[in-house]
């Protein structure tokens, strides 16, 4: 059994800090603590899947790698859209516009490359998936009188 991973750190004019994966049922657990003089206090911590780097310069694809996956897939039975996960957030290549919908909205909005990469902040970072896999249907994407 692995061990469990700490990485400490000091933020400039910030308390110590660190961060530690422990092994979990199917995972990990990572755990966020912040030294208070006394003691490291936790501030959070979430199950993760992780899995050592065996190649330090591999990285996940690029969002215009994501987006091509879905670019030219709109006219099949079943496109490609990026999901955000857990929100059920979707974007989707349609007619060379890229197309956003959210489980809070009534109809799809035009967003540019730059919209999405701000919103990855705050959203996470997308995978992409058959729209079937997705609480969403291609009129969803396609309808009329949609904002813009």
Not at 69 to 79: C, G, K, L, M, V
């Amino acid at each position: 059994m692995i061990d469990s991973i700490t990485i400490r750190w000091t933020p400039i004019g910030g308390l110590p800090r660190q961060v530690t994966f422990e092994p979990h049922d199917d995972g990990w657990l990572r755990i966020e603590s912040e030294w208070n003089g006394s003691y490291w206090r936790e501030c959070g911590s979430e199950p993760v899947t992780a899995s050592p780097i065996t190649d330090p310069t591999d990285s996940p694809p690029t969002l215009e790698e994501l987006i091509d996956d879905s670019r030219n897939t709109w006219d099949q039975n079943d496109p490609t859209v990026l999901t955000f996960s857990p929100t059920s957030e979707v974007v989707a290549a349609v007619n060379g516009d890229l197309r956003y919908r959210s489980p809070q909205q009534d109809s799809w909005n035009t967003i540019s490359k730059a919209d999405l990469e701000s919103h990855l902040r705050t959203a996470g970072y997308p995978t992409t998936q058959l729209i079937s896999e997705t609480p969403y249907d291609r009129t969803d994407l396609a309808q009329r009188g949609a904002n813009r």
